[in-house]
């Protein structure tokens, strides 16, 4: 839960490439751990892609790491 907190905070203060990566890490995470996809998981997941702006680089990246 931290992860998903830090990532929000860093992408809220307009740093997206650490929110970014940030998020990319958790992602990693729930992969390890087998973790399923639930409603909760992809609304926290849906929330930091909205908070990288309606388009960019970094919303990309985000997609991307997300759908892989």
Known sequence: MK???SSRELLKTGQPGSGVDL???LLEV?????EPVSQES???LTQ????TGP????RKTL??????
């Open 3 to 5: 992860l998903i907190k």
């Open 23 to 25: 998020a990319g890490f």
């Open 30 to 34: 729930y992969d390890t751990k087998g």
């Open 42 to 44: 992809r609304g926290r």
């Open 48 to 51: 930091l892609i909205a908070l």
């Open 55 to 58: 388009a960019g680089a970094w």
């Open 63 to 68: 997609i991307d790491k997300s759908m892989a």
